[in-house]
């Protein structure tokens, strides 16, 4: 048997900010973007390189609404690697993607936790394998 994890849904309240926060800072592609009834759309984002994605659904209901940017109960989320922690790390940085704790390495790797848009909590980490 062989199976892989596709996507995975990410709340948002705004297709076109999640847009612009995925693709416009952290660089990822616009995989798709596809109108559906009833205003919604069909919109999956993947990192550079990346066969897996990020569907980006619109909260329509209060309980949806309330669990943006708290989808983990406040725990790390996501885990972006990356094959250069210091070029990603700068430049997310620069374009000003919020991390909420200084670079550290551990025995997996360097990893340092950022929020996105809404507040979910990533992880940015160069396994230790390419260090």
Do not use: C
């Not at 559906?36 to 619109?58: E, F, H, Q």
């Not at 983990?72 to 250069?84: A, K, M």
């Amino acid at each position: 048997m062989q199976q892989s994890l596709a996507m995975t849904a990410l709340l948002v309240d705004n297709y076109d900010d999640a847009i612009a926060f995925f693709v416009g800072v952290l660089g990822f592609a616009l995989r798709d973007d596809t109108a559906l009834a009833d205003g919604k759309r069909w919109v999956v984002v993947t990192p550079p390189g990346s066969a897996a994605g990020l569907l980006l659904a619109r909260a329509v209901t209060e309980r949806q609404r309330k669990a943006i940017g708290d989808q983990s109960g406040g725990r790390v989320f996501l885990f972006l690697e990356t094959d250069d922690f210091a070029r990603d790390h700068r430049a997310y940085s620069k374009r000003g993607v919020r991390f909420v704790e200084p670079p550290r390495r551990e025995p997996y790797g360097t990893v340092a936790v950022f929020e996105d848009l809404y507040g979910n909590r990533w992880d940015l980490i160069e396994p230790a394998a390419n260090l």
